[in-house]
């Protein structure tokens, strides 16, 4: 399946390129348009950048944070560090909890930093172009249609026009 998604700046703009592809003969459950009063991002199915974050962040933590804690345990162990006075034990579970605590924060930092600007793609700066009241007009199909569309959609001087191949 392939996509073609065009930035227009406002609502009358991606009515008219909506009717101006019905005229050209697309199927109409094939033409989306996201903005105010139309599909949202979420109900369109944009990925959420936050959303990515927290699975990043979560993916990580799994493994992340039980090596920290081995780590900073054993780190703790061969070194003979007292942090506490509280027993050659005691200091050691210390030793693996800021280990611990150090993985988190890789994973929160790495997954979640990484999912934020990266896991996203193209649908962050889409979310933003609609946060900022613009609309989207989203063309799906084939090779041939998607053609079509953005010989049509060329003529409204969208601020952007790109496409996509779903893989």
């Known amino acids: 399946m392939n996509y073609l998604v065009a930035v227009l ?14 005229k050209e003969g697309l199927p109409t459950n094939q033409i989306d348009i996201l903005g105010k009063g139309y599909k949202s991002a979420d109900e369109f199915g944009l990925i959420n950048p936050e959303q990515q974050a927290k699975k990043g962040f ?3 933590s799994l493994w992340l944070i039980p090596f920290g804690y081995v780590a900073g345990y054993a780190f703790n162990v061969l070194t003979g560090i007292e942090i506490l006075p509280i027993g050659h034990l005691g200091n050691h ?3 693996g909890v800021l280990g611990a605590l150090s993985g988190a924060l890789g994973a929160y930092f790495v997954g979640g930093g990484v999912g934020l600007t990266v896991g996203s793609g193209d649908a962050l700066p889409y979310r933003n172009r609609l946060d900022a009241g613009k609309y989207l ?7 041939e249609l998607i053609n079509t569309a953005t010989r ?16």
Request: hydrophobic share 40%; no cysteine; charged share 25%.
């Open 9 to 22: 700046p406002d609502r009358i703009q991606a009515e008219a390129a909506y009717t101006a592809l019905e």
């Open 58 to 60: 979560k993916r990580l």
């Open 93 to 95: 579970i210390f030793g």
């Open 137 to 143: 007009v989203i063309v799906r199909g084939t090779q």
């Open 152 to 167: 049509t959609l060329r003529s409204f001087e969208p601020e952007n026009l790109q496409g996509y191949a779903e893989a």
